[in-house]
Structure formats: structure tokens, C-alpha cells
């Protein structure tokens, strides 16, 4: 997985539990330096999957939520809910 992809999830994974998701946190979780995650977080920016600020930290844009969710493995994603056949009495 390259590393793009990786700080999108970090970042879902941030947001999943309220936190800001600084550079700080965002390099704990991938595992990279500073330098490499600002670099990844202008290349998301750029493709619209993130929206840095001024000052506060990143965020996933809806574009970016989307993808996030996507990338992740399919025994994570949320549960669709299934249809039962009504019970007979």
C-alpha cells in the first residue's frame, strides 16, 4: 500500500475517534517522518481528498471519506444489514 493511502486511512482512523489528525499523530500511525507525511498531505490535497487549513489539522473531504472507506480490507467495513423472512406464527 503506498503511503498516500495509508495516511487516508490513518486519517479515517483518527476521525473514527474524534482526534485532530495532526502530522504528528498521522506519522505514529503510519509509521513515516514528518517530512514524507506533509509531502502526502499536499498530494492529497491536490487531488481534493483532503482539506488542509490554516491552522487547525487536516480533514478527509467527502471525496477522501469515500476512498478512505474503500480502501479499507472488507472484514472492517461496517455490516450491511440483512433482510429476514418474516416468521410464520
Keep these: 500500500m503506498n503511503l ?3 495516511v487516508l486511512r490513518a486519517m479515517l482512523r ?9 502530522e504528528a499523530e498521522i506519522a505514529l500511525r503510519v509509521g513515516e ?3 514524507a507525511i506533509r509531502a502526502a498531505l499536499r498530494r492529497l490535497d491536490g487531488l481534493g481528498l483532503v482539506e488542509r487549513r490554516p491552522r487547525g489539522a487536516p480533514r478527509l473531504t467527502m ?6 472507506l474503500a480502501l479499507l480490507p472488507k472484514g472492517h467495513r461496517a455490516a450491511q444489514p440483512t433482510m429476514r423472512a418474516p416468521r410464520a406464527a
Design 4 to 6: 498516500d493511502a495509508m
Design 14 to 22: 483518527l476521525a473514527r475517534r474524534r482526534q485532530d489528525a495532526d
Design 63 to 68: 471525496a477522501g471519506l469515500a476512498l478512505a
Design 33 to 35: 517522518g514528518p517530512h
